[in-house]
């Protein structure tokens, strides 16, 4: 299986053979002038990209990826994506649009893109090849550590952008330039021009980022959050909360989990319903967010030293994992914390030896008095009331005699 170079070298020389002309451009290109490591390469082609994917594969290789309609194609090669589209030309029909799309020629392509880091591109064949295109002073950004638009509509015509410049400035440490600064202030309401769906993309690739919560912080601070949602709000004690939630063994969908109810935190549920409107949220969010508002309610009946295992377990039994591991991260009295922890440790765990089955043989009918018998069973597991099965069989005879019949 050829290696990302091996299948750089070989698109370039494949598209030679098709008299077209091939160039990597974007991330990758950012990325290989900084050093840094990227396995999904982006190629535009001046010329038909899906020909040219079809002429880069060799007999044995998976075949490529089509999007014969959209003119664009995937090859694979072991941890390497290489995307192969068509350049292309665009204009906006009103802000927040999705382009119209048109073929163009490599520097029309350019000139469409978000940032100058972005807007270079490595020749991958011809004479020029090796050469990077910089038609927008790229790699003097790049060097300075500099974010900037491409003219000034910029934001205008796609308000993601400034979503996505946070990410970069946060994801290199690099800054706005001021120009791009000042128009990012100046058209901040246009962020009302982009539908629910990408601006909930474009959090979601945030939530993804290595630290989030730097990103998540200057999206606060840029007042980018309240202009998405009044009820958004993402300060230094959420940023720890996250940075602490990193530290935990999560997957990535639980961690995209806590972020979304680090985000919701403090909404009453007017906001929240808001917020599921206008983010086109998927119940599974809403659901987690409202959990952990619903358990930061609880807060104060949380935090009794004196509250029984079996009480927290009433408490906080049926919530989302997510909301629990939120609200231990945030809620501000140590005592309920801990229950929680408490909670998330030991008492979602604990279960009754006896079943129903169990409970039958000793003498129980099926109906609401065997339900009570089997909670009652669970509430002395947990307050180590009943530490065997033994004792668990005397605890039902116990509870038979007094109605369980
Ligand atoms: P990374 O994946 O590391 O975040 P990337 O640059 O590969 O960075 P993508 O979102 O895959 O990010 O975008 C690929 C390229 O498409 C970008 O480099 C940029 O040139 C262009 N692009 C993406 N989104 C926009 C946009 N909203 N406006 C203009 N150009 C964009």
Not at 141 to 154: A, C, M, N
């Amino acid at each position: 299986m050829p290696g990302t170079r091996e299948l750089l070298v070989r698109v370039g020389s494949r598209a030679a053979d098709l008299g077209c002309r091939a160039f990597l451009v974007g991330g990758p290109v950012r990325d290989l002038l900084l050093g840094r490591p990227c396995l999904d390469m982006d190629v535009v082609v001046e010329g038909d990209a899906v020909a040219l994917a079809r002429a880069a594969v060799e007999p044995g290789e998976p075949a490529p990826v089509l999007h014969v309609d959209f003119g664009t194609a995937t090859l694979v090669s072991g941890a390497t994506r290489v995307d192969l589209v068509t350049a292309r030309a665009e204009s906006y029909h009103w802000p927040g649009a999705l382009p119209a799309v048109r073929a163009g020629d490599i520097h029309q392509d350019l000139a469409r893109r978000d940032f100058s880091i972005h807007a270079m591109a490595l020749v991958l064949n011809g004479e020029r090849r090796g050469d990077v295109l910089d038609p927008h002073g790229g790699r003097g950004d790049l060097e300075h550590g500099l974010l900037r638009v491409l003219h000034e509509q910029s934001f205008i015509d796609d308000a993601t952008r400034m979503l996505r410049g946070v990410r970069y400035e946060q994801r290199f440490g690099f800054a706005f330039e001021p120009r791009t600064l000042s128009l990012l202030e100046r058209d901040l309401t246009c962020l009302d021009t982009i539908s629910g769906d990408r601006v909930r993309h474009e959090l979601e690739r945030t939530f993804d980022e290595a630290e989030p919560e730097q990103a998540l912080q200057r999206l606060d601070v840029l007042r980018l959050l309240s202009a998405l949602h009044p009820g958004l709000r993402f300060g230094p004690e959420k940023a720890r909360a996250l940075a602490g939630a990193r530290r935990e063994p999560l997957s990535t969908a639980q961690l995209q989990g806590v972020s979304w109810c680090l985000l919701g935190w403090g909404m009453d549920a007017a906001m929240l319903e808001s917020l599921r409107v206008r983010l086109t949220l998927r119940r599974s969010i809403v659901n987690d967010i409202a959990d952990a508002l619903a358990v930061a309610g609880l807060e104060m009946q949380l935090d009794r030293p004196d509250l029984e295992p079996s009480a927290v377990f009433d408490l906080l039994h049926g919530r989302s994992h997510v909301a629990l591991l939120t609200a231990g991260l945030l809620l501000s009295r140590p005592a309920a914390r801990r229950s929680i922890a408490l909670y998330l440790s030991r008492l979602r765990h604990v279960r009754p030896a006896l079943a129903g089955e169990d409970l039958r043989q000793l003498g129980f009918s099926d109906g609401p008095a065997m339900g009570d018998a089997l909670t009652a069973l669970r509430a002395a597991r947990l307050n180590g009331e009943v530490a065997s099965r033994a004792d668990e069989v005397e605890l039902a005879r116990r509870l038979l005699g007094t109605g369980g019949r």
